[in-house]
C-alpha cells in the first residue's frame, strides 16, 4: 500500500545539503530532458518538471537546477535540486529517483532517524563502491603483471591525452550509430560514436574514437556513417559501457574512452 505524505513546506525541519563551489546548469530544454532521461527520473513522453522530495513526516516539491560530476572520468552525479522556498540541496540521483516511488513512505515510516544520516549513508555508500572499484580494477592489473613484456609495454607508450576543461571546437566523423547501457534507468541509450575526433585548438589534438549521446538536437541532421561534422562541446574521458540485449549492429566492439558533452553548433558536411 502507498504512504500518502503531507506536503508541508517547513524551511525549519528540513536539512540543507548547499553545493560547494560552481555546479552545471542546463543549456536548455533538449538539455535538460536528455540527463533526467539519462538518470531516469522520467519516463513518460513529457519530461517532468517537479519531484517529490519526501521525509519521515512530510513531502516536498522540488525541481532540479542543476549538477555537479565527480570521479576520476566525471562518471558520477550530484544533482542540485531547489525546494519552493529557494533553498538548494544535494542530493544522489538515485535517492531522487528512489523517492518518486509511491511505496518510499514504507521505509520511512520506520525509525530511520534523522533524514540527514540516511542521505549520508547513501553517500559513503557510494563512495565505497567507487573504491571498492578501483580497488579491484587495481588487482586485475596486477594480476595480469605475468604477462609478455611486449605487451606491456605497447600500453605504457600510450600517454594519457590532456584534455581541456572548457568547451572546444571539434571535427569528426560520424562512425555508426549504437546502443549503450544505461544503469540510471537500467535501459539502453541511444549514441553516436564518432571517428577521427580531433580537438582544434591552436595546436590540433587527435582524440580517435570518442561518443555522445544521440539528442533531440543531432536526431534532426538524420546522421549516418560517414558524416562528417564540426560542433562546439566539452570532452571528458568516460568509457562508453556496451548495450544489452540488442542487435550487434549497435555494438562497438573497440573500447570507446572520450565523450563529448553537449555538442552545439552542428554543422554536417
Not at 532540479?64 to 562518471?75: L, R
Not at 573504491?131 to 607508450?157: G, L, N, R, Y
Request: hydrophobic share 30%; net charge negative; proline share 5%.
Amino acid at each position: 500500500m502507498a504512504i500518502t505524505l503531507p506536503h508541508i513546506e517547513d524551511s525549519n525541519n528540513t536539512p540543507y545539503f548547499p553545493p560547494v563551489g560552481h555546479f552545471e546548469t542546463f543549456q536548455d530544454d533538449a538539455h535538460y530532458e536528455e540527463k533526467v532521461r539519462e538518470w531516469g527520473l522520467s519516463t513518460t513522453r513529457e519530461v517532468k518538471k517537479e519531484f517529490w522530495y519526501k521525509e519521515k513526516t512530510q513531502q516536498r516539491l522540488v525541481t532540479v537546477k542543476g549538477y555537479q560530476t565527480y570521479g576520476e572520468t566525471g562518471d558520477y552525479y550530484t544533482l542540485i535540486i531547489e525546494f519552493q522556498d529557494g533553498n538548494l540541496s544535494c542530493i544522489h540521483p538515485a535517492y531522487l529517483k528512489e523517492m518518486q516511488s509511491p511505496s518510499f513512505g514504507k521505509a520511512l515510516a520506520a525509525d530511520f532517524g534523522d533524514i540527514s544520516s540516511l542521505a549520508s549513508e547513501k553517500e559513503d555508500t557510494k563512495e565505497e563502491s567507487v573504491k571498492t572499484e578501483k580497488i579491484t580494477k587495481k588487482s586485475a592489473e596486477t594480476s595480469k603483471s605475468d604477462k609478455p613484456a611486449a605487451k606491456k609495454a605497447k600500453k605504457e607508450k600510450q600517454p594519457a591525452l590532456e584534455l581541456p576543461a572548457d568547451k572546444v571546437h571539434f571535427t569528426a566523423k560520424v562512425k555508426q550509430l549504437a546502443l549503450s547501457w544505461n544503469h540510471f534507468n537500467e535501459a539502453n541509450d541511444e549514441v553516436i560514436i564518432l571517428e577521427d575526433l580531433v580537438i582544434q585548438e591552436d595546436e590540433s589534438i587527435e582524440v580517435g574514437l570518442g561518443w555522445c549521446s544521440h539528442s533531440k538536437t543531432l536526431k534532426k541532421f538524420e546522421l549516418q556513417p560517414g558524416d562528417e561534422l564540426e560542433f562546439d562541446g566539452k570532452i571528458v574521458k568516460k568509457k562508453l559501457p556496451k548495450g544489452k540485449d540488442c542487435d550487434e549492429e549497435f555494438i562497438i566492439e573497440e573500447p570507446v574512452q572520450y565523450k563529448v558533452n553537449n555538442p552545439s553548433k552542428i554543422q554536417k558536411s
